[in-house]
């Protein structure tokens, strides 16, 4: 079973970069589809962006494309969000998920195993 542990949350002002990171434990990584999924205060969990087990698949919710780049190395078992011209309204505690059909990559509750989580505070 995959074991998950996101990192790279932080403050930073409107219009900087954060890239968050997701370490996995477990042999199972490189068969899984992975997520990232946030929750912001008084809202429901939403869909960030999803990676396909080999990367030849990538999802982004409409308001990170451009913004947000997902990818992942499975020889170290990781997953990143490369976060870009961040806003205000990105901050949220950021979670990586294992998504086991990618056909419902985009449902917050798709996700089977989740990491503690990663707050990202954007400043105006």
């Known amino acids: 079973q995959v074991r998950l542990v996101e990192s790279g949350g932080g403050l930073v002002q409107a219009g900087g970069s954060l890239k968050l990171s997701c370490e996995a434990s477990g042999r199972t990584f490189r068969r899984t589809h992975m997520g990232w999924f946030r929750q912001a205060p008084g809202k429901d969990r939403e869909f960030v962006a999803a990676?396909?087990?080999?990367?030849?698949?990538?999802d982004y919710a409409d308001s990170m494309k451009g913004r947000f780049t997902i990818s992942r190395d499975n020889d170290k078992n990781t997953v990143w969000l490369q976060q870009n011209s961040l806003k205000p309204e990105d901050t949220a505690v950021y979670y990586c998920?294992?998504?086991?059909?990618?056909?419902?990559?985009?449902?917050?509750?798709?996700?089977?195993?989740w990491g503690q989580g990663t707050q990202v505070t954007v400043s105006p």
């Open positions: 990676i396909s087990m080999n990367s030849a698949l990538k």
């Open positions: 998920a294992v998504i086991p059909n990618w056909n419902d990559r985009r449902k917050p509750g798709t996700g089977t195993t």
